[in-house]
């Protein structure tokens, strides 16, 4: 493809002109325009951070990053605890103190605690739960 056609192609799609109109006045097939425009036009590299809005660079053909650093990933989730949908949350009574718990994400947790746990595997003194 020649930088003519190419040309031609960022200035029909900037026109709102249709794929179909750009292959028949360019003589090639339209998954040609296609992948030129999904390679050189469709580049979503840099997107703003979800807590601050700082501009965010990501590399091609790597997952878009939403956050600018760990920081901000840490204090969005903070702050927005109460919007994000939880689902994983699991309810068991425990095998040493026969207490019913809710713990988040983990199905395979046996005790409420800790104590419980050691316990149950060391024996020991029940007043000191």
């Known amino acids: 493809m020649t930088q003519e056609q190419k040309q031609i192609i960022i200035n029909g799609i900037n026109n709102n002109e249709s794929i179909a109109s750009l292959a028949r006045k360019l003589s090639v097939g339209e998954s040609t325009i296609r992948m030129f425009i999904k390679r050189n036009i469709d580049k979503t590299d840099d997107t703003l951070c979800k807590n601050c809005g700082k501009p965010?660079?990501?590399l091609p053909h790597h997952k878009t990053k939403v956050f600018c650093s760990?920081?901000?990933r840490m204090a969005w989730w903070n702050k927005n605890q109460a919007n994000v949908n939880k689902k994983a949350f699991y309810?068991?009574?425990c095998p040493c103190c026969n207490k019913e718990t809710t713990v988040y994400g983990n199905k395979s947790q046996k005790y409420c605690s800790h104590a419980c746990y050691i316990k149950a595997r060391f024996g020991g003194d029940t007043n000191e739960l």
């Open 56 to 58: 965010i660079s990501s």
């Open 70 to 72: 760990d920081k901000c």
């Open 91 to 93: 309810t068991f009574v």
